[in-house]
């Protein structure tokens, strides 16, 4: 799959250089930004400076609140997992919004990291 080797270049390039700006590493990579916000979105990739400062370029799909990596923050999610327990009153969670991704937004403050796995 394309986001995989996308992820694969993405990643060594960070691996050399981390904390690299979004613009820093598509260009060096031949990744497109859109493709490094995908994987922002799927949480392979972290975004954040010392201070946890990501650009403004993610935001919680449902309160619209900064965060580093994913689709949601931390309390949106426990409240999503929350309704989706079988015994959770019976309240649909919204749905997500599926919005295309604006390339325009990615500015090149934002430092990308590596999420999760051990480095090496
Ligand atoms: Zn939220």
């Known amino acids: 799959m394309?986001?995989?080797?996308?992820f694969?270049?993405?990643?060594?390039?960070?691996?050399?250089h981390d904390k690299a700006g979004i613009e820093?590493?598509?260009d060096a990579t031949g990744v497109a930004r859109?493709?490094?916000m995908y994987l922002?979105?799927?949480e392979r990739l972290l975004?954040?400076?010392e201070n946890g400062y990501n650009g403004g370029i993610l935001k919680c799909e449902s309160c619209k609140k900064p965060i580093n990596?994913?689709?949601m923050c931390a309390g949106c999610k426990n409240e999503l997992i929350k309704a989706l327990q079988p015994d959770a009153p019976l309240s649909k969670p919204k749905p997500l919004p599926n919005e295309d991704?604006?390339?325009e937004s990615i500015k090149g403050v934002a430092k990308l990291q590596l999420s999760g796995r051990k480095r090496r």
Do not use: C, M, S
């Not at 394309?2 to 996308?6: C, E, R, S």
């Open 8 to 16: 694969f270049k993405v990643r060594d390039y960070l691996y050399e």
């Open 69 to 71: 990596t994913g689709r």
């Open 34 to 36: 859109k493709a490094i």
């Open 40 to 42: 922002l979105k799927e």
């Open 47 to 49: 975004v954040g400076d």
């Open 2 to 6: 394309q986001l995989d080797l996308d």
């Open 24 to 26: 820093e590493v598509a």
């Open 101 to 103: 991704i604006e390339e």
